[in-house]
């Protein structure tokens, strides 16, 4: 039998985070980005009788994990064991105290496990051991930022309309609003499978909002993959179209609402500002002359039409890192091959932000009232295409010193290429700073350590 033990302290009292484990999403927040898991099924709370089916892939192949919840006492603690997993036995109990010196609360993870195998399994302790430190500081520092994020939010919860909700950054976003207790209502292509999910079709100009009542805020995620494969005319005309009548009908519907929603964040990008070498880009620089520049122009207008009857924020959002998708995704196989190096020349500047400061300046956006018009959603500190690739390298312990050729990159994507991996854009998050944002991850050394799970430990934390 083994044990594992992590303890933190949080600047809230015990019922607030004990609460925060009980909301929807909790699960969903607490799963590093690095670990392939999947949540298949949960039904229950975290009360005795709730079961959480997992699917895992430790080494590719997919592994079921069901976790059965057994103990629970409110603002005490709670606990689950597994039924069915790669464990010979698991037993999870979160403890919750009451700190001494002011509203504070402290968490304690307390694992006890058995390995399958014999001798063989226990070889295997090490590893795993290394595994549930990464896992577990991740969980707790994830915890604390979003206990802070929600404590700065108004305590009556919003209704809050979401579209592309499945998308990449819509799959963190949910999690995180809902753990803060708001409603979120999301917008689905295919028949409704709950009183959270309704119906639209964009193409066609359906939508109908009647029956969920009021709503607080509206955010809007929907839009064709970008960065997949060349843009023929067909493809441009679908990240152009899927833009603009996703957009134009939603602040259709807005404006025809007896109350209109307090607040519209539109997704756009900093593709808007075009190749830019090295210059320096605020909200109040002028748009590009690429493709992407005008569909993000295009995209910033028809959201700003509701500005009329309620505060609008067009969101231009840099690169964003996550193992999960996007361009850390892309780059992360080759890296760990060691081929991991710059694209083209490694001078264009990639204006990054990591998906879980993305998602907070989404919520600093929501509730900031003093925030209108163009926000650049990026890192303070931009860096080189080969800063960045030799940063992954170092993470990695392998080498980032083969470049692949600008020329290979066009004849591969075309206009694509051009525009996207190979453009360089350094955009300031200027209005952020300016309105009192706290990046959690602000450097590139700091943001990949929680993204691919290189933390470093901790003088504080406890493990048997």
């Avoid at 802070?148 to 990449?168: C, Y």
């Avoid at 694209?343 to 998602?359: E, H, R, T, V, Y």
């Amino acid at each position: 039998m083994h044990r594992f033990t992590k303890k933190s302290t949080f600047p809230v009292n015990v019922q607030t985070c004990f609460t925060w484990h009980e909301r929807p999403g909790a699960l969903e927040r607490c799963i590093p980005p690095w670990e392939k898991v999947t949540v298949v099924r949960r039904s229950g709370s975290i009360q005795p009788g709730g079961v959480v089916e997992l699917v895992i892939r430790p080494l590719g192949f997919p592994l079921k994990w069901v976790s059965h919840h057994i103990e629970y006492e409110k603002n005490v603690f709670f606990t689950d064991i597994q039924h069915k997993g790669p464990f010979k036995s698991f037993v999870h109990t979160h403890r919750f105290y009451k700190e001494e010196n002011g509203p504070k609360s402290i968490l304690v993870d307390d694992i006890r496990y058995e390995l399958p195998g014999g001798r063989i399994g226990c070889l295997l302790h090490g590893s795993i051991a290394k595994q549930l430190e990464q896992s577990f500081r991740y969980r707790h520092h994830i915890l604390g930022h979003d206990l802070a994020a929600h404590a700065l939010a108004p305590a009556t919860p919003l209704t809050i309309l979401i579209s592309g909700a499945s998308g990449l950054v819509g799959q963190s976003l949910v999690p995180f609003l809902t753990t803060g207790g708001h409603r979120v209502i999301r917008l689905v292509r295919r028949k409704p499978s709950g009183a959270d999910e309704v119906q639209w079709n964009p193409d066609r100009g359906e939508l109908d909002i009647a029956s969920i009542g009021p709503i607080d805020a509206v955010i809007n995620l929907s839009g064709e993959n970008i960065g997949e494969g060349r843009w023929s005319l067909a493809k441009k005309e679908r990240i152009l179209n899927s833009r603009i009548n996703t957009t134009r009908l939603l602040v259709t519907t807005m404006k025809q609402m007896p109350v209109p929603p307090q607040v519209f964040l539109s997704s756009s990008a900093i593709g808007y500002y075009g190749d830019r070498g090295d210059k320096t880009m605020s909200e109040t620089s002028k748009k590009g002359s690429n493709f992407i520049s005008s569909v993000c122009d295009n995209w910033e207008q028809e959201a700003l039409k509701a500005r009329d009857f309620m505060r609008v924020v067009t969101l231009r959002i840099g690169v964003v890192l996550t193992p999960k998708g996007g361009a850390l995704a892309k780059l992360l196989t080759p890296a760990r091959c060691g081929l991991g190096g710059p694209l083209g020349s490694g001078k264009q500047i990639m204006s990054w932000i990591s998906i879980n400061d993305l998602i907070y300046s989404f919520h600093h956006c929501l509730f900031n009232g003093d925030i209108n018009g163009p926000v650049n959603l990026t890192s303070p500190n931009s860096v080189s295409n080969r800063r960045f690739a030799q940063t992954l390298g170092q993470k990695l312990k392998r080498p980032a010193l083969l470049p692949v050729p600008a020329t290979i990159i066009k004849l591969a994507f075309g206009q694509m290429g051009r525009e996207i991996p190979l453009a360089s854009t350094r955009a300031l998050p200027q209005k952020l700073m300016e309105t009192g944002f706290t990046f959690t991850q602000p450097t590139l050394d700091v943001a990949l350590n929680y993204l691919i799970g290189t933390i470093p430990g901790e003088q504080n934390e406890s493990k048997i």
